[in-house]
């Protein structure tokens, strides 16, 4: 199995609090990913990041901000959660050359009451 | 843009029965289709993946694809199915040199004994 982990594992929180999620990798791939998963849509990119610093927006962003100060960890900040934010995310990682081959980590099961 | 659908979002097969998941994509240019599979409270797990060359690949625990070009499928099979095959399938897709995966919604496979 790839090394990536993901903590917390499960979080429940209020509306409008603060939460960060964080995804680390032990096989210093270049690429890093934050996915949400919800019923019926399947996984819809987050934000994503091909390098230290270097990230980019994927189709669901609004609400989410991310962070990559160091090859191995990538953060995703909700800045004020909301109901609507209540999914499972997952992280992902992918090498260079085979950014194509995607590898998950456990996921984060995120309540937003 | 490229995009998958996964027709069926529920599929039952009895135990030792064929398994058939269905995919299809739309893309102006020759994709890379990928099959992952979500085992309960898991990530996702790349199951099988095709780029260029032959049309058949095999994948993990006796799964395989075709890359039907004239149909744009690109349908799962395994010829007996397995309690262990009891999972979420995802079927994705990207083009060469696009480090983003899009992916359908998702078939929850059920076996019946």
């Known amino acids: 199995d790839a090394g990536i982990t993901q903590s917390p594992r499960h979080k429940v929180t209020e509306t409008g609090t603060p939460v960060t999620l964080r995804c680390h990798q032990t096989?210093?791939?270049?690429?890093m990913y934050w996915y949400r998963q919800d019923p019926g849509h399947g996984l819809r990119l987050i934000h994503y990041?091909?390098?230290?610093?270097?990230?980019d927006k994927g189709e669901v962003s609004d609400g989410y901000s991310v962070s990559r100060s160091k090859t191995e960890d990538f953060l995703l900040t909700l800045e004020s959660a909301t109901s609507s934010q209540t999914s499972v995310y997952f992280c992902?990682?992918?090498?260079?050359?085979?950014?194509?081959?995607?590898?998950f980590g456990p996921g984060t099961r995120l309540t937003v009451t | 843009a490229q995009s998958v659908t996964q027709l069926g979002s529920h599929v039952s097969v009895s135990e030792g029965a064929l398994v058939l998941l269905r995919c299809n994509y739309s893309?102006?240019?020759?994709?890379?289709l990928f099959w992952y599979v979500q085992y309960p409270n898991q990530g996702l797990q790349l199951l099988l993946k095709?780029?260029?060359?032959?049309?058949l690949v095999k994948g993990i625990n006796g799964f395989e694809a075709e890359f039907k070009k004239s149909e744009t499928s690109f349908h799962l099979t395994k010829p007996s199915a397995h309690m262990s095959d009891a999972a979420e399938y995802f079927c994705?897709?990207?083009?060469?040199?696009?480090?983003?995966?899009?992916f359908g919604t998702g078939t929850r496979l059920t076996i019946i004994p």
């Open positions: 992902a990682i992918s090498a260079q050359g085979r950014q194509n081959e995607q590898y």
């Open positions: 096989e210093n791939h270049r690429y």
């Open positions: 990041s091909y390098g230290v610093k270097d990230t």
């Open positions: 893309s102006s240019v020759p994709p890379y």
């Open positions: 095709y780029t260029t060359g032959a049309t």
């Open positions: 994705a897709v990207t083009l060469f040199g696009n480090e983003k995966l899009t």
